[in-house]
């Protein structure tokens, strides 16, 4: 027989945020991803502007990036299909991960999966692609893979000081919370809000989250006011 953890049981409170959290989490994958692309886009054009064809495919990424801001998904379809052949893998990952944004707005989760699956295989990727595609394909894949999983998978960036922190402690904490494991959630939880350089959006969801689970992290309120 399979050892199986012991019912999860909640107060009304934990397990209404609890629940909220995950529904915010699959609420944001797709703003979450074009932050990202936002945010390493001019990283990646420094890398590649010296080779010729990789100046021209950023243009053309920056062209789909448009049409994508202004609702012409269908404009930009044909120029994401071209560039993951890019000869720049940095842009060639940035069309897939896009590509990936898009199949979520279309409700087409097994595309995307496969997508974010894939680049964090991809051991020529860069990292930062890598870590965000195995954080996005675990949050996709929570309900249905085992927590133990999720905790495994996550291991790395669920850890202070990683740039991922925050959205990979959260849902670390969740799948402690569904092994019953309700003390080191807590303190995961405290941990993210303690945490300045996690945003502070998901600092302040920690907050309650720790204190339902007998965790005071309240220390970090006045901070998060600032």
Request: glycine share 6%; charged share 20%; no cysteine.
């Amino acid at each position: 027989m399979t050892d199986r953890p012991a019912p999860v049981t909640l107060a009304r409170g934990a397990y209404t945020e609890f629940v909220r959290i995950q529904r915010i989490l699959r609420r944001e994958s797709v703003g979450g991803i074009l932050l990202l692309l936002a945010a390493i886009g001019g990283w990646m054009y420094w890398q590649d502007r010296q080779a010729k064809a990789a100046a021209v495919d950023s243009e053309t990424l920056s062209s789909a990036m448009n049409d994508i801001a202004a609702n012409k998904d269908a404009a930009a379809t044909p120029k994401l299909t071209q560039l993951v052949n890019s000869p720049s893998s940095g842009i060639a990952v940035e069309a897939k991960l896009t590509q990936a944004a898009q199949a979520i707005k279309s409700n087409q989760r097994a595309t995307a999966i496969a997508i974010y699956r894939g680049i964090a295989a991809d051991k020529s990727a860069a990292q930062p692609f890598r870590d965000v595609s195995t954080l996005r394909l675990t949050a996709m894949e929570f309900d249905a893979i085992k927590p133990e999983d999720v905790i495994s998978r996550l291991e790395p960036l669920a850890k202070p000081g990683n740039a991922w922190f925050g959205s990979a402690g959260e849902l670390t904490a969740m799948a402690l919370i569904k092994l019953n494991r309700k003390a080191e959630a807590g303190r995961m939880f405290a941990a993210i809000a303690a945490d300045k350089n996690v945003p502070e959006t998901i600092r302040s969801r920690a907050v309650p989250m720790a204190g339902t689970l007998g965790v005071d992290a309240t220390a970090s309120l006045p901070a998060l006011s600032r």
